[in-house]
């Protein structure tokens, strides 16, 4: 056995590089920099060994398989020290393989290398040792049926090297179809077989090989025992390479001029106004996702006047105070295709884009999500995913924390109609209610519920309540006061406005439950805290951060705060003794609980959002004993409360990043900054 076999035997690394680009010149080259050894991808490439002699490495030429034996033999012969065979899965393939690699010599009389033919020129006998050279066969562990029959394999008399091929093992395995990558190679059933591969390996004397991926590194391997390892290719090297130089031209470019839009793509902002120079160095690359409504004045009801969200600058700003580039990025359904392809280039996008914005310019929400989860599985991290705020901003996602500190026990979801008349019948002759709808916003839909009799039962379940009985509510979005029935409430929230419902004076169109749960289609019935005219907390979170607190008073007379209904908002440090007892148990105990909660153990807390807490205790109880829950989560699109001077109007068409007062600024970008500090922390993770 060669030499430095012999040495990867005692421990030592071996390093290789895959060579496809069939170009003796970059075979040289390669070699030079040095490796230890080059695979060619091809018997085709034969003219390579050459070049991979002269750059002082060693040649490796990979064949069809082990019925190849003729390409093996020609490998052999043109000056390689060994030969890669793929799709090995039993020990007969593994036997036929080596044998086609030995000569019939007294050293190993199973050999079926041919004698080479001296040409004319010299006798047989001067062209072939009396033993066998030190050629080194190497066969390629990549599929379920090698693994299962790995002890029979790695027993083969003259096998070396044993080198797992990941991508291909992993979809043999089915891993690859089941999580996708990189996350079928850091999954459970895969780790455990290249365990099981490294182990029996050594067992048995063969040199575990790896052919790395991207999620791997030379440490990790060689730390499971693995000696021969591939740690780079010719052309992922070169494509990296040209690829890197490419994002550094387009990131000068844009220092040079910020207005320059995106190469290829369509940008609906007039300036940018507000942000900073990128860095020259970028640590990582972010882009923000914006919409523009092309429909609708100003381009939505959260732009400035020069098309950008009102409060964008913080968020961009404050990634590139952290070191990180941040570049606008429009996103315009006509250019989908485009769109998706040019924000691969990105670690990670926070996505702007106001719910139904998208549906309302003209696109589709569901076909951006998709898009947006494609590049989740590519690696890009997207803030917030769609999966985190389908059920994060869910109103069932109330049903789901019931059990923690910030929950109460007694809240239900109803996604049918028989679920919902049957329990809302008992919850509401039991104690008044709140029924929120799911696909609401700004309050619309969401109600607060009395009995206009006030006739209680004392314990839940008692009775039920009757049609006729009469009900007075208020709707959350401005306030306002309706008295139905119960039959008629239940209609409205099933069927909208029929003779049956009766007339309502609500903005709103019912129908709550359409669709059913796959769409959208669902209520929650939480229990109604009398103390909420008192305000709401609203917690400003940057990852599991908490970086303000908002007090939202509603107007007197009012139970909602929403913005726009004459509420007061008094704003607070994340310190603020008052709430101290609400800040330790939501960070210290509940923050860890609320993703798995909601069915989310495996996204990240989002980058910037809000919880808006009640205060459930009765009136008179000690702050450090009062009870808060959570009324709602908020990550999709939560906007920064001190830039709304930014934000247009028809009292003020031409709001700018320019109108905020000064101090404001500074608030705004003390959250900035400390997003493009998590932000850059979970990237460096």
């Known amino acids: 056995m060669a030499e430095w076999i012999t040495a990867v035997q005692d421990g ?372 917030p995913s769609p999966d985190v705020m389908e059920f994060m901003g869910a109103k069932d996602a109330l049903t789901k924390i019931a059990t923690l500190n910030i929950g109460l026990e007694d809240t239900l979801s109803y996604y049918t109609e028989d679920a919902f008349i049957a329990g809302f019948k008992k919850t509401m002759a039991f104690q008044p209610r709140v029924i929120k709808q799911n696909r609401g916003s700004a309050g619309e839909g969401i109600w607060i519920i009395k009995l206009k009799a006030g006739n209680y039962c004392k314990t839940f379940g008692e009775r039920m309540c009757d049609d006729s009985e009469v009900l007075s509510l208020m709707e959350a979005n401005d306030n306002h006061s309706e008295e139905h029935t119960v039959a008629e409430f239940i209609e409205w929230c099933i069927n909208g406005r029929t003779a049956k419902s009766g007339t309502w004076t609500s903005k709103g169109t019912g129908k709550y439950l359409e669709g059913g749960k796959a769409a959208g289609g669902q209520l929650v019935d939480q229990r109604f805290c009398p103390r909420i005219v008192e305000g709401e907390l609203r917690y400003n979170c940057v990852g599991p951060e908490l970086v303000g607190i908002i007090h939202k008073k509603p107007k007197e007379g009012g139970i909602s705060a929403v913005s726009g209904t004459g509420s007061v908002y008094t704003f607070y440090e994340p310190d603020e003794p008052l709430f101290a007892n609400l800040t330790r148990g939501f960070l210290g105990e509940d923050m860890p609980k609320v993703m798995p909660s909601l069915g989310l153990a495996d996204e990240p807390i989002p980058l910037w959002w809000t919880s808006d807490f009640i205060n459930a205790s009765p009136p008179g109880t000690p702050s450090a004993q009062e009870k808060w829950i959570v009324g709602e989560f908020n990550c999709s699109c939560v906007g920064i409360s001190k830039c709304l001077p930014a934000f247009c109007n028809k009292d003020n068409p031409d709001a700018k990043w320019d109108d905020i007062p000064d101090a404001d600024k500074a608030d705004a970008m003390k959250m900035g900054n400390k997003m493009g500090e998590v932000a850059l922390k979970i990237l460096s993770k």
């Open 12 to 383: 030592k690394l071996v390093m290789g590089c895959a060579l496809s680009s069939a170009s003796p010149t970059v075979a040289e080259a390669v070699a030079g920099e040095g490796f230890d050894f080059c695979l060619l991808e091809s018997p085709a490439m034969l003219g390579c060994i050459q070049g991979i002699k002269l750059g002082g490495s060693k040649a490796f030429v990979k064949v069809a398989g082990a019925e190849d034996t003729a390409s093996i033999q020609q490998c052999l012969d043109a000056g390689a020290t060994g030969v890669v065979v793929p799709g090995v899965c039993t020990a007969a393939q593994a036997e036929k393989a080596v044998n086609a690699m030995k000569y019939p010599m007294s050293d190993f009389p199973d050999g079926t290398r041919g004698i080479p033919s001296s040409g004319g020129y010299l006798d047989v006998i001067d062209c072939v040792p009396v033993k066998n050279p030190d050629t080194v066969p190497v066969i390629q562990i990549e599929t379920a049926e090698a693994l299962e029959n790995l002890d029979e394999i790695l027993q083969v008399k003259g096998l070396d090297v044993a080198l797992v091929n990941p991508g291909n093992l992993a979809a043999s395995m089915g891993l690859w179809a089941k999580y996708g990558a990189p996350g079928c190679w850091n999954c459970v059933e895969f780790k455990n077989a290249v365990a099981k591969i490294a182990a029996a390996c050594k067992k048995y004397g063969v040199i575990g090989g790896y052919g790395l991926t991207a999620n791997a590194d030379v440490a990790d391997k060689v730390g499971k025992g693995f000696c021969f390892v591939v740690v780079q290719s010719d052309m992922l090297a070169l494509t990296s390479a040209i690829k890197d130089c490419v994002a550094q031209c387009q990131e000068a470019r844009a220092v040079a001029k910020v207005d320059t839009p995106p190469y290829g793509l369509t940008t609906m902002a007039k300036d940018n106004n507000g942000l900073l120079p990128q860095p020259k160095c970028a640590k990582r690359k972010t882009a923000l996702i914006e919409i523009y409504v092309r429909s609708q004045p100003f381009g939505g009801s959260d732009k400035s006047s020069n098309g950008h969200r009102y409060d964008s600058i913080p968020f961009a700003n404050g990634m590139i105070n952290s070191g990180m580039s941040c570049e606008f990025v429009h996103y315009v359904h006509e250019e989908h295709a485009k769109f998706f392809e040019y924000v691969k280039r990105f670690d990670a996008l926070i996505v702007r884009c106001n719910p139904g914005q998208i549906n309302a310019d003209g696109g589709s929400q569901q076909k951006f999500d998709d898009g947006m989860r494609d590049l989740k599985k590519l690696g890009i991290q997207v803030w």
